[in-house]
């Protein structure tokens, strides 16, 4: 049994070129350093990822298509996203990828395309002078893929086909991408990503075969708040030492469904070769509903840098507001006074994120000028003494008894659940009096990071004569 373990784990890592070269020799060490192909596969084609030092294997996104297909599964039942990206690279090289997902019943479904234009010289004629014409080289994957959540765990799979040239010779091949993104339940507010990227035969073009550029990579996500995201991850490249990358990202949001992102990353791959500026970089994006604009800049030290740009477009699924469409019932004409009540944390929601959505809400009702808010120790206070009262009853009469309690007119209270589409966040407001639904509006929150907006367009309803 050992001796098949030992053979099996040299069949697995690729220890020689005998058995198929998958990976070159001394694999994933810096001995390995230039001996795969396919270069232009390592680094996905997305200003967001390369704006945060190739960081991102727990986001989501149509563009996670090249670095972890689990993250395509975003796009939920009927929703559709695409993304465009353009690079200009070092040495007069460029890049351009296209990704279009469409959400089903069945799963999202993905194609994509990334193509490397490269540049390495004129021809030369017999007496070794250049001709003026460019030597003809470009690189190019085009690829399929599948994803779908399963409760707390997102997967995917992608499949390539690649080929490449260089002159007189082409070759081509195909590889694998397959990833997870694994939510933990609450109140946890960190997500764990594993995932595998370019697993295929070597690529033979002329008379070399090299491998290609495969890697694992593990990360982990964590939500400091819902507007900033630190990710922490580590990779194990095929040609390679092993390196770790830590990278942040911060929403400001400025109007509905829009927003600015500050982002910001460390990559520790190329530290040695380049010093603390190769291993750094930056950039921002702006969201305009369904549509955004990243731009990435990544320095690498005295060889130049390199400027990435995506543009990203998702709609339907998500993006549908699901308000609701009855005539909203009159409140009082005079500034009103609400007991906010918690909001319950429904299924794939932590408590500490219904809780965030509590808060905001509270706040941006406060800031529509039609209310007066009770005291948050007052509530509590209630809750504590009359906690044993509470037990059997709905909702809608818990909220409405404790309005009366702290002498309000008004009671609030919500439930937050997340589905393929993203957090749906319904609030009603109950009349302390009567116990009677006043209004009850639900809206939609792709993401943790527009909360607050979900949480504007809340009070905006509510608020509404």
Not at 97 to 105: D, I, K, Q
Not at 153 to 179: H, N, Q, W
Not at 412 to 432: L, M, Q
Request: with cysteine.
């Amino acid at each position: 049994m050992k001796k098949f373990s030992v053979i099996l784990l040299a069949f697995t890592l690729g220890a020689g070129r005998a058995h198929g070269g998958f990976f070159p020799d001394n694999a994933f060490t810096d001995d390995a350093r230039g001996l795969a192909g396919a270069q232009f596969l390592k680094v996905p084609p997305s200003a967001r990822f390369s704006a945060l030092g190739g960081s991102g294997l727990a986001l989501r996104g149509a563009d996670s298509f090249f670095l972890n297909p689990a993250g395509t599964a975003s796009a939920g039942v009927g929703g559709r996203a695409a993304s465009v990206s353009y690079e200009a690279l070092l040495a007069g090289a460029s890049r351009t990828g296209l990704v279009f997902s469409n959400g089903t019943a069945s799963g999202v479904f993905s194609a994509g395309l990334l193509y490397n234009a490269a540049s390495p010289g004129e021809e030369l004629d017999g007496a070794g002078s250049g001709t003026g014409d460019e030597i003809p080289a470009y690189d190019a994957a085009v690829g399929a893929g599948w994803a779908r959540s399963f409760g707390l765990v997102d997967f995917g799979v992608t499949l390539k086909y690649i080929k490449s040239r260089l002159a007189e010779a082409s070759g081509s091949s195909a590889a694998l991408d397959a990833g997870f993104i694994f939510r933990e339940a609450a109140p946890s507010r960190t997500e764990m990503a594993l995932t595998l990227r370019n697993f295929g035969p070597p690529l033979k073009l002329g008379g070399e075969k090299d491998p290609l550029p495969f890697e694992v990579g593990g990360g982990l996500r964590w939500k400091y708040t819902p507007e900033v995201n630190l990710l922490l991850e580590g990779r194990v490249p095929c040609d390679h030492a092993p390196y770790l990358g830590f990278a942040g990202e911060w929403f400001l949001p400025y109007a509905a469904a829009s927003g600015l992102f500050l982002r910001a990353g460390l990559n520790f791959k190329n530290y040695d070769d380049h010093g603390f500026m190769g291993a750094f970089a930056g950039g921002f994006g702006f969201k305009f509903g369904g549509l955004l604009l990243d731009y990435a800049f990544a320095p690498y030290g005295e060889l130049g840098a390199a400027h990435r740009m995506t543009a990203g477009w998702a709609w339907g699924g998500a993006a549908t507001d699901v308000s609701a469409r009855k005539k909203p019932a009159p409140l009082p004409a005079r500034a009103a006074t609400l007991a906010v009540a918690g909001f319950s944390a429904g299924e794939g929601v932590t408590e500490t994120e219904a809780a965030v959505l509590r808060n905001l809400t509270e706040s941006e009702l406060v800031k529509t000028g039609r209310f007066r808010v009770v005291e948050r120790q007052k509530l509590d206070f209630i809750l504590a003494e009359k906690k044993l009262d509470y037990a059997g009853l709905s909702e809608q009469t818990a909220a409405a008894q404790l309005a009366r309690l702290s002498g309000a007119d008004l009671a609030v209270f919500g439930v937050v659940s997340r589905n393929k589409k993203g957090y749906e966040v319904t609030v009603r407001f109950v009349n302390a009096a009567s116990g009677e639904i006043l209004r009850s509006e639900s809206v939609l929150a792709a993401e943790d990071y527009l909360f607050r907006e979900a949480a504007r367009r809340l009070a905006v309803s509510l608020s509404a004569r």
